[in-house]
C-alpha cells in the first residue's frame, strides 16, 4: 500500500531538522519516500491513499531496547512463597512461572503486550524470552504474535545451566535456529521485520563452557549476545563462588561485552567495570521500573554514558509502553540524587537516539526517523500543544504531555497496524477472553 500523511505536525528525529510543519510524509510500501511540502507530494504521489493527521503529532514509532513477552502471566498471580530477597524473586515467580509455559502460553503471552505495544506507540522490540519445558520453536510463535498484530522484533530464547543439559542445548539449538531463519529470510527480502540474537540469563546460572560456545554461535552469526547483568549482587556473589571470577571480569574475558551485545541492568556495576564496558562498545538496557519494582537498586547510567557506554530504555516485562518508562526513569534519577537538573539531556538521548539507533545497529533495519529510505514505522498521536510546539522546547512537551497522549494510528513498515485507537484484524475481547483460559492452564502448572 501507499499513503500520503498530511495535516499533523512531524517530528522527523533527525539532528538538525527535527520538526516540520505544512509538511507530508508519503509512504510507499514498507518505506518512507518523500517528506516534503504537501502540495508538491500530492501533485507527485496523486494515487497514494491520503491519510488526514487531524493536527495530530507524526513521529517515528518508539522502540522497547528489553523487553520479556513471556512475564504477561504473572499479572494477577499469587507467587506460591513470598519473596525475601531477589533469588527469591526469580525462584518462587520467574523460574517456576516460565517453567510453567507450553506453545500456546508463549503465543499468548507475546500477543497479549504485543496489542498493547502497538497501542502505546511501540513498533520495534528486543524481546528476551523462556519457557524451559516449550524451547523449541518458541520464538517462532513469538513471531507469530507479532505478525498477527504488526509488529517488529530482535528475539532471543534465554540459555541457563538451570533446568539441566538437554534444555541448555535445546536453547542454544533455539537461537541458532531462529538466526539462521532470519538471516535467510532477510537475504530473499530485506524488509523482513524481525531477527535473532543469542539469548543468555545471566553470568551466576552459565558455566564456562556455554559461555564459550554461545559467544562463538553468535560470532559464527554475526551477532551478539542478549544477558542480564548485574541486575542483583546475587549475581556477582554466586558468580565469583562459582567460576572465581567478577561478573565483569568473567564476561570481558569470554567476549560476551562486544558492541553487537546487550546486557541489561548492570547496576552493581563498579568503575573499572565501566571502563571495560566502554573499551568493547557493549550495549546496556536500563529499566527503572523493574528495578524499583525489584528494589535491586540504581544503575548508575550517568556515569556509563559519561565513559560512552551506549545506554537505551527497556521495560523488562513490566509493561510494553516505553512512554511510561521514560517518564518514571527520569523522575526516579532526579529523587534519588535529589539534582533537579538531572538526566535532562541524557534521558531525551536515550528515549529518542539510542534506543532506535541500538535497534538498527543490531539488525540493519533502518528506523527511528522520518527519512527518505527509513522503514516507514510511524505513529500519529493525539497531542495538541497547548503551548508553542519548537524544535528547541520538544522534549519538555514529550516529557510533560507526549508521554499521556493516546496514540490514534500505528504504522509498522508501512503496514497500518492501528487506525482510529483500533487495532485492525485483531478482536482484542476474544484474545483476553483466550489468554486467561491459557493464563488458568499456566496458573495450575505453576501451583502444581
Not at 573499572?272 to 535491586?296: C, F, P, T, W, Y
Not at 509502553?321 to 538526566?343: C, F, P, S, W
Request: with cysteine.
Amino acid at each position: 500500500m501507499s499513503y500520503l500523511i498530511h495535516n499533523a505536525t512531524i517530528f522527523t528525529n533527525r539532528d538538525g531538522d527535527p520538526i516540520r510543519h505544512g509538511e507530508a510524509v508519503a509512504v510507499d510500501g514498507t518505506r518512507i519516500a518523500a517528506v516534503g511540502p504537501t502540495n508538491a507530494l500530492a501533485a507527485r504521489y496523486p494515487d497514494f491513499e491520503r491519510i488526514d493527521g487531524g493536527g495530530r503529532l507524526l513521529m517515528p514509532g518508539l522502540t522497547n531496547a528489553h523487553m520479556h513477552y513471556y512475564g504477561l502471566f504473572a499479572r494477577g498471580l499469587d507467587v506460591k512463597e513470598y519473596p525475601r530477597n531477589f533469588h527469591d524473586v526469580l525462584k518462587y515467580l520467574w523460574w517456576s512461572l516460565d517453567r510453567a509455559l507450553d506453545e500456546e502460553a508463549v503465543y499468548y503471552s507475546a500477543l497479549v503486550p504485543a496489542i498493547t505495544a502497538i497501542r502505546f506507540g511501540v513498533t520495534s522490540t528486543i524481546d528476551h524470552h523462556a519457557s524451559p519445558n516449550a524451547v523449541d520453536g518458541s520464538l517462532d510463535q513469538i513471531e507469530k504474535a507479532l505478525r498477527q498484530v504488526g509488529g517488529r522484533a530482535l528475539l532471543c530464547y534465554e540459555v541457563s545451566e538451570r533446568d539441566g543439559e538437554a534444555i541448555r542445548e535445546a536453547g542454544l539449538a533455539e537461537n541458532v535456529r531462529y538466526m539462521r531463519k532470519c538471516q535467510a529470510a532477510r537475504a530473499a527480502d530485506p524488509d523482513y521485520p524481525f531477527d535473532g540474537m543469542m539469548g543468555l540469563h545471566a553470568s551466576f546460572t552459565v558455566d564456562d563452557e556455554t559461555l564459550e560456545r554461545a559467544v562463538g554461535l553468535a560470532d559464527d552469526h554475526d551477532r551478539g549476545v542478549h544477558i542480564h547483568m548485574l541486575e542483583d549482587f546475587v549475581d556477582e556473589a554466586e558468580t565469583r563462588r562459582h567460576y572465581h571470577s567478577g561478573v565483569l571480569d568473567r564476561l570481558y574475558a569470554f567476549n560476551v561485552l562486544a558492541p553487537k551485545s546487550i546486557v541489561a541492568h548492570g547496576i552493581y556495576v563498579d568503575r573499572n567495570g565501566e571502563d571495560k564496558m566502554a573499551e568493547r562498545g557493549v550495549i546496556l538496557a536500563h529499566q527503572a521500573q523493574s528495578n524499583m519494582n525489584n528494589a535491586v537498586g540504581r544503575a548508575d547510567i550517568y556515569a556509563l554514558m559519561k565513559k560512552g557506554v551506549r545506554v537505551g530504555l527497556g521495560t523488562d516485562g513490566m509493561t510494553a509502553d516505553v512512554r511510561r518508562e521514560i517518564a518514571t526513569g527520569y523522575l526516579m534519577h532526579k529523587h534519588h540524587e535529589q539534582e533537579l537538573n538531572l538526566g535532562w539531556d541524557e534521558y531525551r538521548q536515550m528515549a529518542l537516539k539510542n534506543n532506535p539507533r541500538i535497534y538498527r545497529d543490531l539488525t540493519g533495519q533502518e528506523i527511528g526517523e522520518i527519512t527518505r529510505g527509513y522503514q516507514a514505522d510511524l505513529i500519529l498521536v493525539d497531542y495538541f500543544p497547548p503551548t508553542e510546539l519548537t524544535t528547541e522546547n520538544f522534549w519538555g512537551h514529550f516529557l510533560f504531555g507526549i508521554v499521556d497522549a493516546p496514540v490514534d494510528t500505528t504504522m509498522v513498515g508501512g503496514r497500518i497496524a492501528m487506525r482510529g485507537r483500533v487495532i485492525l484484524g485483531v478482536d482484542e475481547a476474544a484474545v483476553a477472553a483466550k489468554a486467561r483460559e491459557v493464563a488458568r492452564q499456566v496458573w495450575q502448572r505453576y501451583y502444581d
